[in-house]
């Protein structure tokens, strides 16, 4: 059963087409990976979905209700944990969540109950009287989870919300989307860590100028770019090589350097590795490691848009 029904979305400011005829379907249980550079399109879906911004043309219907005519319906059965903090530092951690649960319509014994399962939830249920100007940045983020799902939504959008926090709330959060969704919810999740999308999404959406350019599981995003090989050299005298040299190379898509280590994005079909290794030969690098891997997320990502996921 589809929980998101995004056909023919279609919005522009002034002059700028920010999401360009886009459709898109996600089935219940999915957690679906919405990514894309800054400036793709992905706020600008996020926010007609949640009812902030109206579309200029396209329908979207969400649980199966089309939502220019459903819109207060919807509103109360999802859950949004945006990238900015929606939170009251003036308030406890109970009241945020009890506040935001009642918005929901959430009253009485059923209101105090969810407010404490969604603290107990996201680890925070013995901070509960405490107020969030105390909290460390991971745990804020897990507060605005815990106001987003205390109502039990069945589809949870999440806007980037593991952005600026420790690896320890990092995994905090990524565990509790598993749970979520080993729960009933269906998850749309942006991020700008591949690591998160290899962790968590079932299916992902790749979108690159306000257009959904690949769609597909990790394994058949994976396939689109078969014909691509990364070699991984661990070198010295990094600072000696000359980047445009190395793209000259027959087959060298893209380089890239970290610390002692160059990635180097070729064309499989292209029998290069001696040319290269030549390169740093005659330059008098020294090579420690040479390894070659198949396509990960991240050169999926890379090939498709030309950047960085995190750029």
């Known amino acids: ?65 089309d939502l220019g005519k459903n819109s207060k319906f919807i509103k109360r059965n999802i859950g949004v944990v945006p990238q900015e903090l929606a939170i009251y530092e003036e308030l406890t951690a109970y009241e945020n969540v009890k506040f935001f649960a009642s918005l929901y319509g959430l009253k009485g014994s059923e209101l105090k109950n969810k407010t404490f399962e969604a603290l107990e939830f996201v680890g925070l249920k013995e901070k509960a009287k405490e107020y969030p100007k105390s909290f460390s940045g991971g745990m804020k983020r897990r507060l605005n989870i815990a106001c987003a799902i205390a109502h039990t939504p069945k589809l949870i959008i999440m806007d980037e919300p593991t952005v600026g926090i420790d690896p320890q709330s990092r995994n905090h959060i990524l565990k509790s989307v598993k749970k979520l969704n080993e729960k009933g919810s269906t998850i749309i999740y942006t991020t700008h860590y591949m690591e998160e999308v290899e962790t968590i999404c079932t299916r992902i959406g790749i979108i690159d100028h306000g257009k959904l350019i690949a769609e597909g599981t990790k394994e058949e995003l994976k396939a689109i770019v078969t014909d691509k090989k990364n070699i991984k050299l661990v070198v010295d005298q990094i600072d000696n090589i000359n980047i445009k040299e190395l793209q000259n190379i027959t087959g060298v898509l893209s380089v890239e350097f970290n610390e002692d280590i160059v990635n180097i994005n070729s064309n499989k079909e292209t029998n290069n590795l001696d040319k290269i290794i030549l390169y740093f030969t005659n330059n008098k690098i020294s090579i420690r490691n040479i390894t070659s891997t198949e396509p990960n997320l991240e050169t999926v990502f890379l090939t498709l848009t030309g950047r960085k996921l995190r750029d």
């Open 1 to 65: 059963m589809s929980i998101v029904k995004i056909n023919n979305l279609y919005k522009k400011f002034g002059d700028n087409i920010a999401v360009d005829s886009i459709n898109i379907t996600i089935n219940q249980g999915e957690v679906y990976g919405l990514l894309g550079p800054n400036g793709a399109g992905k706020s600008t879906i996020i926010n007609i979905m949640s009812g902030l911004l109206k579309m200029n043309k396209g329908s979207i219907e969400i649980l199966q209700k």
